[in-house]
């Protein structure tokens, strides 16, 4: 049972590339998140998705775009990276919403925009 | 606004020696309170967590919280550390549906 995984694990940018953070869970769980983590900031919400076909901008959206495949994954899509993007990414799900259910969390991406 | 404040960035205790972990929350109403736990390169993992009811809330690992409502508190507490439980812990408050995390408490153990 792998719970949630993201790729990659690491990657750097340079300053106005573009990429996906890819993340997936097997627990059929129906709400999906995306989080930044700083030092100091503790975890701060991008993007989450509540439910299959629906996505809404959490506390930091700007830079950033998701998509909501299917019911197991939810990628996150830098599409011009910017030195700010800095940080390390985690998704993570649960079954209903993030206070009734707990967050199962991937293992993060680490990105550093260069 | 609501917020979460965990005022200690950094606490070092023994090991076998009581552990007290400090959060504050600002919020009109009775939140929702939630202790996560980040072993080092790893996703965040729930300790244990406050709705209502019993202010004494007993989560995994032995670790334990009391939400006192006149100090706007929700510490987290274990009678005695294990070298294992090295790691970041975070307070978290639900509100509207939305969850807050304070800023992160990291422990260090020393034999």
């Known amino acids: 049972n792998a719970g949630v995984t993201q790729t990659p694990k690491f990657q750097v940018l340079k300053t106005g590339q573009s990429m996906t953070l890819q993340c997936a869970q097997d627990?059929?769980?129906?709400?999906m998140y995306w989080y930044r983590q700083d030092p100091g900031m503790g975890l701060r919400l991008i993007y989450y998705?509540?439910?299959?076909?629906?996505?809404d901008k959490g506390e930091v959206p700007n830079g950033y775009n998701v998509s909501r495949l299917n019911k197991r994954e939810f990628s996150l899509r830098l599409e011009s990276a910017a030195p700010s993007q800095t940080s390390v990414y985690f998704c993570?799900?649960?079954?209903?919403?993030?206070?009734?259910?707990?967050?199962?969390f991937g293992n993060g991406t680490r990105l550093t925009v260069t | 606004a609501q917020s979460v404040t965990q005022p200690d960035i950094h606490i070092t205790v023994s090991e076998g020696a009581s552990l007290e972990l400090r959060c504050n929350y600002s919020?009109?109403?009775?939140?929702?309170l939630f202790w996560y736990v980040q072993s080092p390169g790893q996703g965040l993992q729930l300790l244990l967590k406050?709705?209502?009811?019993?202010?004494l809330v007993q989560g995994i690992k032995g670790f334990e919280a009391e939400f006192k409502r006149s100090q706007s508190s929700f510490n987290l507490r274990k009678p005695s550390v294990h070298w294992s439980d090295a790691a970041e812990y975070f307070c978290?408050?639900?509100?509207?549906?939305?969850?807050?995390f304070g800023q992160g408490t990291e422990l260090s153990v020393k034999p």
């Open positions: 993570a799900s649960s079954e209903r919403g993030q206070l009734n259910s707990p967050l199962h």
């Open positions: 627990m059929n769980h129906n709400s």
């Open positions: 998705s509540a439910s299959e076909g629906t996505t």
């Open positions: 919020y009109g109403a009775t939140p929702y």
């Open positions: 406050y709705f209502s009811g019993d202010t």
């Open positions: 978290a408050v639900g509100v509207r549906r939305k969850l807050i």
